[in-house]
């Protein structure tokens, strides 16, 4: 993996008249989820598609030097289920270099408010068009749970389809404006994947917090067409349904964190210590915690400095 240098961070004229304008960054401050215009080719979308078929015929790039505690890969033997497979942008080389188009990143840096923009994870996803399957049904959630050992609160997510992305399809669906309510409590499970937690228990917490805010539950279903990205902040509570098509729906969840991000020390009630998969991959700073700035699997998106 080689770092960008500083000078390649520039945009064409055309690709900055597709920058979120002021009413676009007040609409994610106060909504909490952003539709983008399109930002990515017909081709480079294709290229994601083929490049993504290679990869779960066995391609890669690279793999990573350990395997995490927590990784999600799907891998053949695991059958028709909804495909996830992390650092996708470190394993594959074509994919990774579409997911570091300049404009994402500077999109990203918008509605953030952030002068830089790095990778934090990326994660292919393929959704069976098998209606039953519930490993298609993603439960209420919101990213910054699973990120307590990262200091800031400007992380955000793109979703990126390969395809025009419905509702029928198992499409992202926001909570309208939940990323500004207040927690009824901040327990141990709150820093446990969903994938690890009973889906009512989450249903039944998206609900009582918003009884805590006094506010309705309003669910939005992303109408995504190709080439455009769905963006969200980290405290965003969302989910996605089953996919009823007669295709599948594929995509990457592409986390982003500020340039301010750093690591920090979390721990549970009982001392336990909370880890990232990040933690047992990435070089150390001179304090000796994981740096969330390194390059080798976090590389910079998007630098106005």
Not at 132 to 141: A, R, Y
Request: hydrophobic share 35%.
């Amino acid at each position: 993996m080689t770092v960008q240098d500083s000078a390649l961070f520039t945009l064409t004229e055309e690709e900055r008249a597709l920058l979120p304008t002021d009413e676009d960054v007040a609409f994610y401050a106060e909504h909490g989820w952003y539709l983008s215009r399109k930002i990515f080719t017909d081709e480079e979308i294709d290229l994601l598609e083929s490049a993504s078929e290679r990869f779960y015929a066995g391609h890669r790039d690279r793999t990573l030097p350990v395997r995490p505690p927590k990784l999600a890969y799907w891998e053949p033997e695991k059958g028709n289920v909804q495909r996830h497979n992390d650092y996708i942008h470190y394993e594959d080389d074509t994919i990774g270099g579409i997911l570091r188009k300049p404009l994402l990143g500077a999109v990203a840096a918008r509605l953030a408010q952030a002068e830089e923009i790095r990778v934090f994870q990326s994660t292919l996803i393929y959704k069976p068009p098998v209606a039953g399957e519930q490993s298609n049904i993603v439960p209420w959630h919101f990213d910054r749970h699973y990120w307590s050992t990262s200091t800031s609160e400007r992380m955000l997510t793109a979703f990126i389809p390969f395809h025009d992305c419905g509702e029928e399809m198992g499409t992202i669906t926001m909570v309208d404006g939940s990323h500004n309510w207040r927690e009824t409590a901040v327990n141990d499970a709150t820093s446990l994947h969903f994938a690890e937690r009973d889906r009512s228990e989450l249903d039944v917490m998206l609900e009582e917090n918003a009884r805590y805010n006094g506010v309705e539950v309003r669910k939005i279903p992303v109408e995504i067409p190709k080439g455009h990205v769905s963006f969200h902040h980290c405290r965003t509570y969302h989910g996605s349904g089953a996919n009823v098509s007669d295709r599948p729906r594929r995509a990457i969840s592409f986390h982003l964190q500020d340039g301010e991000n750093r690591y920090r020390d979390f721990r549970r009630s009982d001392g336990t210590q909370v880890s990232y998969n990040h933690d047992v991959l990435v070089r150390k700073t001179a304090e000796g915690t994981p740096d969330y700035s390194d390059p080798e699997f976090l590389p910079v998106l998007w630098s106005s400095r």
